[in-house]
């Protein structure tokens, strides 16, 4: 075999792995199980409704009641239809991935996209998310863009280069398994032949609730478990709160590189044409590096986090966990959250 | 690292394309020897060290039964070989086996037994490349191969990675010539090799490791299932155990194929073995023909008296359950193999050769393989209650729970039959070699990348690397 020849082989060997692969890449369903799906799918239909999307986590999800935040804002005069892109334990690459997605959407043209900004980790926060690094969920957001994204940051954080390259390794292998559609197979035949997965919501569910679904509307073990992490655990909730209003008097510096990301999610959220505003629920998050950069006037903030400032949201009887709010105080901090919004708005 | 794994790819595309930058002999067996340490120690670099223990010594010994011309002295180097390997394989897979098995017998007899075990790890591979070192000091003791001069030579027949593992076992008289002389690009067939590697990843990575939970539901309360499901797990457990390991193989002879090495048929279409004793002509091939060189006519094999000749069937078969694992349940897999064995020995001796076949044409091979399907049951290691409930279930149809397993799967069943029967009669092989070089190279890589879209998502480890 001369040199000639192998190139050729090999070349149409490439060809055709890349045939078989970027259509799997193309055919594979986002993944099951995640509410964001289905809302994707909304906003592919219907995408030209809305006037804002708010994205970000299951605080995003659970908390921002569209219904009650398009009311308030009409009667301030700014009237704006918002549509909620939150999905549970989205973390900021994925969100940012899926906000990416949605902002490619042919009917998808929001004047405002309301985010939760995030802590940029590349690190997975559990050891069952370590263990899930190769799921259908961590793998989707895997893509050429958002690995290199993510392979940036890891490279620019502060850690040992020996959790560098263990973290690199992860996401690469995560990225592998986009690229080639791993093990998607009878996903993507299921496509196909109409054969539907189980959604933690229903069509309706998202066209009705414009992406909203309160907490209390879950059925389950799980759901009960987590009730019960704020009925059992009074005291350590009170004391978590407290501890989270003090730092928060004294936000630490923003790291560079939650910076750097958060001006290149900026960038291209404003190439969108859109115009970004970061918001932080009133959770247990204590999002400082958004506070100082709020503070700094580096990104637009509105953030509800402040235990002094908004005890109303904190107290145990407005929340449905240790993390969200219920659905009756949903509704009052959607209010309040539009009254912010619209004041930010017309500054 | 599995052969299924994106880090494999990349460690081989690294391994494969350096070895053919590379211009002499030495610098590429240098390089082959670096790779295959760093491949084995990525599973656990400290049993490395057991890997060279066992290259020294059988160099050595090797050596020296080379040098030595006194029977006695000769004697004594081939001694020192096998006390080394076996006691490595003694320590380190079946020490705990036989301390439990003492105290068990000792309790049994109500006397007192203090069982100290040791918390050990088993060395992935050690039973293969234990059988390997072990041919090349017996062979040289036998006269049949003279004593390599390269330890680098030997160390990389020990070491190289497409078969350290898990198999092929390949001997020395097989392996070591290949490495005298200088491998040739021109002269490797990619085009075989990448096929074989595909067929190879596509039985385990896409049939073995997706079947491999439903079997592994039915195992873990076969109770709870009924008498159809304990046919099906059986069924399927078989087709598991088979495209796992001739998967595996599959791609360690097509690996070694495109680095330029051959390595020996470890899988002969085993579905269509007619009887137990054909089965294992066709069925892990190098252990099979390894035992019968190296146990059954070195104790005498079918010379001598019919008694004589049936303890030397079963001790090579009982050593074959054992060589499997430290277990009982592997013990009396290999010893149900033997009786099985002798029935058709008997069976041919008053019947004639081959009337099994005669009387049962293709229905010998259905019964083949129902009863590997159902010995396998013995040979998973499932506890003694689950065991005994699956057996019945299988073999007498009796079984409680009213539990369905998913029959799903079964269809791979018959299309692994036809896939076999196609490939066994050749009938597509001449319009394969026919097409063009650049087509079949299309066809390849989108078959790779199928394959890596309908392989199972966990990585499920190869079944043999606990052996």
């Not at chain 1, 040992?160 to 690469?172: D, E, F, I, V």
């Not at chain 2, 053919?20 to 030495?26: D, I, K, P, S």
């Not at chain 2, 020490?95 to 037994?113: K, M, R, T, V, Y």
């Not at chain 2, 078969?163 to 076992?169: E, F, H, M, S």
């Amino acid at each position: 075999m001369n040199v000639l020849t192998a190139a050729v082989s090999t070349l149409c060997g490439a060809l055709g792995f890349a045939v078989v692969a970027g259509f799997g890449l193309w055919a594979t369903p986002w993944p099951e199980d995640f509410a964001v799906t289905l809302k994707m799918e909304h906003l592919a239909e219907h995408g030209d409704r809305y006037d804002a999307l708010i994205v970000g986590s299951s605080n995003i999800y659970r908390s921002y009641d569209p219904a009650v935040i398009d009311a308030e804002l009409a009667e301030r005069g700014v009237p704006l239809r918002t549509f909620n892109l939150g999905g549970a334990s989205m973390f900021s690459f994925e969100t940012d991935y899926v906000l990416r997605r949605a902002l490619a959407l042919e009917k998808v043209r929001p004047e405002y996209v309301l985010i939760e900004p995030g802590d940029w980790d590349a690190e997975p926060k559990t050891p069952e998310s370590l263990s899930n690094m190769l799921s259908n969920r961590s793998v989707f957001w895997h893509d050429p863009r958002q690995t290199w994204n993510v392979l940036r940051s890891i490279a620019k954080g502060d850690t040992s280069p020996w959790h560098k390259q263990y973290l690199a390794r992860h996401h690469l292998h995560a990225f592998c398994y986009k690229v080639t559609s791993y093990g998607q197979g009878r996903r993507i035949w299921g496509s196909f032949t109409d054969a539907s997965e189980d959604q933690p919501v229903t069509p309706e569910h998202v066209a009705s609730g414009r992406g909203y679904q309160a907490l209390e509307e879950m059925t389950g073990p799980v759901m009960q478990a987590r009730r019960r992490l704020l009925t059992n655990d009074l005291p350590g909730y009170k004391r978590k709160i407290l501890e989270m209003a003090e730092a928060n008097a004294a936000p630490l510096p923003a790291d560079a590189n939650c910076r750097r990301e958060l001006e290149r999610q900026m960038a291209f959220i404003r190439s969108a044409g859109a115009e970004p505003v970061y918001v932080v629920p009133p959770a247990g998050i204590q999002a400082h590096h958004a506070l100082r950069l709020g503070e700094e006037g580096a990104i637009p903030l509105i953030a509800f986090n402040d235990p002094n400032l908004y005890p109303t949201f904190y107290a145990p009887q407005a929340r449905f966990d240790p993390n969200h709010l219920n659905r009756a105080a949903t509704a009052l901090f959607s209010k309040d959250f539009a009254a912010e919004l619209a004041r930010f708005l017309t500054r | 690292m599995l052969f299924t794994e994106f880090r494999f790819f990349a460690f081989f595309a690294l391994t494969f394309l350096v070895h053919w930058m590379l211009r002499g002999n030495g610098p590429r067996k240098r390089w082959l020897l670096v790779c295959s340490y760093a491949f084995y120690s990525a599973w656990d670099w400290r049993f490395l060290s057991l890997i060279l223990i066992s290259t020294v010594v059988d160099f050595t010994a090797g050596m020296m039964l080379g040098r030595e011309r006194a029977p006695g002295g000769r004697r004594t180097w081939l001694t020192a070989s096998l006390i080394t390997n076996l006691g490595l394989l003694g320590i380190f897979k079946y020490f705990n086996f036989f301390i439990e098995s003492g105290a068990g017998l000792f309790d049994l007899l109500g006397l007192d037994f203090p069982a100290r075990t040791m918390s050990i790890v088993l060395p992935v591979g050690i039973s293969f490349y234990t059988f390997q070192t072990l041919s090349y000091t017996i062979d040289i003791y036998r006269g049949n191969l003279k004593p390599i001069r390269s330890f680098l030579d030997f160390a990389l027949f020990v070491g190289f990675f497409p078969q350290l593992v898990a198999g092929p076992i390949v001997r020395a008289v097989e392996f070591l010539p290949q490495l005298e002389t200088k491998r040739v690009l021109a002269s490797v067939n990619f085009r075989a090799c990448f096929t074989l590697f595909v067929i190879g990843f596509v039985k385990k990575a896409c049939i073995s490791d997706n079947l491999a939970p439903i079997v592994d539901r039915y195992f873990a309360d076969p109770a709870a299932f009924d008498v159809g499901s304990a046919w099906v797990a059986g069924f399927y457990y078989f087709v598991q155990f088979y495209c796992d390991f001739s998967g595996y193989s599959d791609m360690a002879i097509a690996s070694a194929g495109m680095l330029g090495y051959k390595l020996p048929l470890n899988f002969n279409f085993p579905f269509f073995a007619r009887n137990i004793g054909e089965f294992w002509h066709r069925w892990h091939i190098t252990l099979s023909f390894w035992l019968r060189d190296y146990l059954y006519i070195p104790t005498g094999g079918n010379k001598g008296s019919k008694l004589f000749h049936y303890r030397n069937l079963m001790i090579s078969f009982v050593l074959c359950g054992l060589w499997h694992g430290a277990g009982w349940n592997y013990v009396l897999f290999g010893f149900i193999h033997g009786i099985a064995v002798l029935v058709r020995v008997e069976w041919n001796r008053h019947l004639g050769e081959m009337a099994l076949s005669k009387v049962f044409g293709a229905l010998g091979a259905v019964l083949t393989f129902c009863f590997i399907s159902g010995s396998l049951i013995v040979f998973r290691p499932n506890g003694v209650e689950p065991t005994l409930t699956a057996l019945r279930a299988y073999f007498l149809f009796s079984a409680e729970g009213d539990g369905v397993l998913a029959a799903s799967f079964l269809w791979v069943f018959p299309s692994l039959v036809a896939v076999h029967w196609v490939a066994y009669k050749r009938w597509l092989s001449p319009y394969w070699r026919a097409l063009p070089n650049w087509l079949a190279c299309f066809l390849l890589g989108a078959g790779f990348a199928l394959a890596l879209q309908f392989a199972a998502k966990d990585y499920q480890p190869f079944l043999y690397f606990q052996f």
